[in-house]
């Protein structure tokens, strides 16, 4: 079950981040690395974490013109990382550009694997007010959801980051295979932050999430690694 958590490496920089790996030392969990440390440390961390054994969930969300990100999904792929994501509202073509470009990597160097590429639908902190009035969306967050989890679904893409709040609508319309990837898990107890559709992690496996992103529970915890095992053991009792 600790391989179906996500612990967000939400750091300025490695310096900070190999903190946090050595207090997690021998828990198997996947490692989230998002723009501001890939932005700071680069391809050399994500190699890095690949020696110390961690599948890596490079989040730097590709939203560009398929040639663009076709070729950003041949570069990432050659780096490794075990899955990566693009935004859905680039369509269709864009998300099918990326699964070309994992494809091609793979074909100059067999050695390497297809990443799971998933596409994003709607950020966890963007509630229907947002969504309707400012990013231009009309209907209910879990309408335009599952609408762009049907079109990554079609694309060929291997699942979607959504709120666990989705998960089993998604579900319901693109099969139990294709994965879900959730944010905005929150112990009870535990602050929102800047989550607006959030679940603890008991009631995300309970809807059908694949993978759970944990941030700042775990991260900004005073003991990281008793937060992140009791974590894994919600997800493992459910």
Do not use: W
Request: aromatic share 4%; charged share 15%; hydrophobic share 45%.
């Amino acid at each position: 079950m600790a391989g179906r958590l996500m612990v967000a490496l939400d750091y300025p920089d490695a310096a900070h981040a190999r903190l946090l790996l050595d207090q997690l030392e021998g828990i198997p969990c996947y490692m989230k690395v998002g723009m501001q440390l890939f932005y700071a440390a680069g391809p050399d961390f994500i190699r890095e974490l690949k020696e110390r054994g961690y599948s890596v969930f490079l989040d730097v969300k590709m939203h560009d013109i398929p040639n663009t990100v076709r070729g950003g999904a041949e570069s990432l792929t050659m780096l490794g990382v075990d899955m990566f994501n693009v935004h859905a509202a680039g369509g269709a073509a864009m998300m099918a550009a990326a699964l070309e470009g994992a494809a091609k990597a793979v074909s100059l160097h067999p050695s390497l694997h297809i990443p799971l590429i998933i596409a994003v639908t709607q950020l966890t902190s963007t509630s229907q007010e947002v969504m309707n009035s400012e990013i231009g969306i009309a209907g209910t967050v879990t309408d335009t959801v599952v609408r762009y989890a049907k079109l990554a679904a079609e694309a060929g893409l291997h699942g979607v980051v959504a709120s666990p709040q989705e998960s089993a609508v998604i579900a319901a319309a693109c099969g139990p295979d294709f994965r879900t990837v959730t944010p905005g898990i929150r112990p009870a107890g535990a602050s929102l932050d800047d989550q607006s559709r959030v679940m603890t992690p008991g009631q995300a496996i309970r809807q059908g999430s694949h993978y759970l992103v944990v941030g700042r529970p775990i991260t900004a915890a005073a003991d990281p690694r008793a937060a992140a095992l009791t974590i894994i053991e919600e997800m493992s009792e459910v």
